[in-house]
């Protein structure tokens, strides 16, 4: 049988448990097309509905979308699918580098990673070879010094990794995987399943399988014309060439919304981030990099005190700087290297951190929780302690390891109110407040909060209403405090995305930051290029909802998940913004609702469960789904 084109046909099963593997064909699954796709329908068929996140038949699956391997600016990313483990619902995370590049030179698209090593181990696979290594001399080490090791122990420089830190080891339960050194895939826990399995590492080495073009010169002719709009035109790519993300983000200073003191506050002035600027930062800078095929060059290597790291990126900022009203440039970057080299989410670190601090100035806790730490706002110095602790599980570490969830329950004392929680996870965004499609978004994402779903970006960016109509097919979304046309502009924003996870591409060089760029148009024609297909723009937005209908059930199913799980926490809707362009704007409810509501229509989902209806799962494809949802009494069968 002739080879596909643009994808490599072979998805391939690892079992920790025997030390044993197999391939399937890809073909099988094309429905989904890819990346992110395919890694949640696997997941959703594999995974039996009781099975704990940590229990070792918790599956870690690794997805490359067609467009991984060729040059297709930015087409690079990789998907990391498992069961949630603080939700217990979706876990999902994507991370660049060079990993998902070398799964296609290998030969797969897909890598799904079963079962429990007796020992610490770490696999390498190159290319038709999967070895099973001892780790027992890495357990301990950080996500650099892991990466160092196997590229010694292996003899190959060019080997890319995904690692995990004593925080997954420890199986903190926002413990991240490390790609390449410095790109997480984070939200969901997935460092922690690796660690559950006595997984440190999965190393692997491509050269026998080149991605193939099917139309190789319309292929380069359409990629001659993009790459002039992308360097010459796009705005959104000039910036973080120049800055990274963290400058797109500094860029409105004030006047940009922030979240400040466990989000309690939602204003930063521009004195206190004229400490944080980006020359502040590139005081420690070592050079400028990118991840694979991606001209953007958005990350940067640097040295703080007596780490390298990988950063720094808005979230950094957010994280280590305002949300615990930390002033200074280098204990931020310090966090930043610490949570890079343990192998933590920085969002989840963060909300722990702020949560915990809100705890001890309102006197819910005291220095007799806190291992004799007085844990005020704007203190760096133990925030840099706390992230120690918690990734090691040392003392009042351990209780933050577990996630605010469960540590505002252990403490109890009324720590719950100041939690800012979703389906179990803990928010730890700006905005929330007062740009309404970037809260829905948030709020119903499937992962447990978090804006790489849902949440629109082109909300900040005062978008022509004659544009939105015309590209988005969505009336005006120039007013971010507006409740009009927002649920329509997140659910478009669900399916674009899913798109963008499904080819692998970056979403810093698409639609959601640059109105114009990888627009539905640019992706089809890159992908029938590829893959000889004739999909249609209208092809892949269905996909894009599919896979939405595909993890909304996932999360019915094993979390279930509903309508009271999309609602904000109370501190949006009480607490309004004190200061700035954006002063007293909060979260109405009874608009909130309004919203979701139409939220639910354009879904086709039962408006007062918030669950897919048969009738939906049916039209859309999603038999197995459907009868799947129905045997377990959660639809009914007609």
Not at 181 to 201: D, H, Q, T
Not at 578 to 587: D, R, S, T, V
Request: charged residues 25%.
């Amino acid at each position: 049988m002739e080879r596909l084109k643009g994808w490599s046909g072979k998805i391939l099963h690892i079992n920790l448990s025997d030390s044993t593997a197999h391939v399937e064909p890809t073909e099988t699954y094309l429905s989904f097309i890819g990346g992110r796709g395919i890694n949640q329908w696997l997941l959703f068929n594999l995974l039996e509905k009781a099975t704990d996140a940590l229990d070792p038949s918790n599956l870690i699956i690794l997805g490359a979308g067609p467009m991984v391997g060729t040059l297709v600016p930015s087409a690079c990313r990789l998907s990391v699918d498992f069961k949630n483990v603080i939700t217990g619902g979706v876990g999902s995370g994507n991370c660049g580098g060079r990993f998902a590049a070398e799964m296609k030179f290998a030969g797969y698209d897909h890598i799904v990673i079963g079962g429990k090593a007796e020992n610490p181990s770490y696999i390498y696979i190159e290319d038709d070879t999967v070895n099973f290594r001892d780790a027992s001399d890495m357990w301990g080490e950080d996500t650099w010094e892991t990466h160092d090791i196997i590229r010694c122990k292996e003899g190959d420089h060019f080997i890319s990794t995904l690692t995990i830190g004593v925080a997954g080891e420890c199986m903190v339960r926002f413990a991240c995987i490390i790609g390449d050194r410095g790109r997480s895939a984070s939200y969901g826990g997935s460092g922690a399943v690796m660690g559950s399995k006595n997984l440190k590492a999965i190393a692997i080495r491509g050269r026998n399988s080149p991605v193939r073009v099917a139309r190789p010169d319309q292929f380069m002719t359409r990629l001659r014309k993009f790459r002039s709009q992308f360097f010459e035109q796009s705005s959104a790519v000039k910036i973080r060439r120049e800055g990274g993300t963290l400058g797109g983000y500094l860029l409105p200073g004030e006047k940009r919304p922030h979240g400040v003191k466990n989000l309690g506050e939602a204003f930063w002035s521009n004195e206190s981030l004229q400490n944080v600027t980006r020359e502040k930062f590139d005081q420690f800078l070592i050079r400028r990099h990118s991840c694979f095929n991606c001209p953007t060059y958005c990350s940067s290597i640097y040295r703080i005190r007596d780490l390298l790291c990988e950063g720094l990126q808005s979230n950094s900022l957010r994280a280590f700087g305002t949300n615990v009203d930390v002033k200074s440039s280098e204990e931020i970057l310090f966090a930043n290297a610490l949570c890079n080299r343990y192998g933590l989410d920085f969002d989840q670190t963060s909300a722990a951190l702020a949560w915990a601090m809100d705890c001890f100035e309102t006197g819910i806790v005291d220095e007799r929780d806190t291992d004799g730490m007085e844990l005020t706002f704007g203190n760096g110095d133990c925030v840099i302690k706390l992230i120690k602790k918690i990734a090691m599980r040392e003392g009042f570490g351990d209780v933050l390891a577990r996630g605010v969830h469960e540590a505002s329950k252990i403490v109890g004392r009324g720590s719950e109110e100041l939690a800012a929680l979703v389906k179990k996870n803990s928010i730890m965004e700006a905005g929330v407040r007062s740009h309404k499609a970037w809260a829905l978004g948030i709020v119903t994402s499937t992962r447990g909060t978090g804006h790489l779903r849902g949440a629109p970006v082109l909300e900040f960016q005062n978008v022509d209403p004659k544009m939105s109509r015309k590209i988005l097919k969505i009336g005006d979304i120039s007013d971010p405090t507006s409740y009009r046309n927002k649920a329509s502009l997140v659910v478009w924003q669900e399916k674009y995305k899913g798109i963008i996870d499904i080819m692998g591409i970056c979403a810093l060089t698409s639609m959601w930051t640059d109105i114009n760029l990888f627009v539905p148009e640019d992706i089809v024609g890159f992908l029938n290029d590829i893959t000889g297909m004739n999909y249609v723009p209208e092809d892949l937005m269905s996909v894009g909802e599919k896979l939405q209908d595909l993890e909304r059930s996932f999360n019915v199913l094993h979390a279930g998940f509903g309508r009271g799980d999309d609602l904000p926490p109370r501190k949006f809707s009480d607490i309004p913004v004190n200061a700035g362009p954006y002063k007293g704007e909060k979260l109405h409810m009874e608009k909130w609702n309004q919203m979701l509501d139409k939220y639910y229509q354009l879904h086709g989902w039962d408006p007062v469960s918030g669950w897919p209806t048969r009738e939906r799962l049916l039209n859309v494809g999603l038999e197995v789904v459907a009868n799947k949802l129905t045997e377990n009494g959660i639809i009914p069968p007609d």
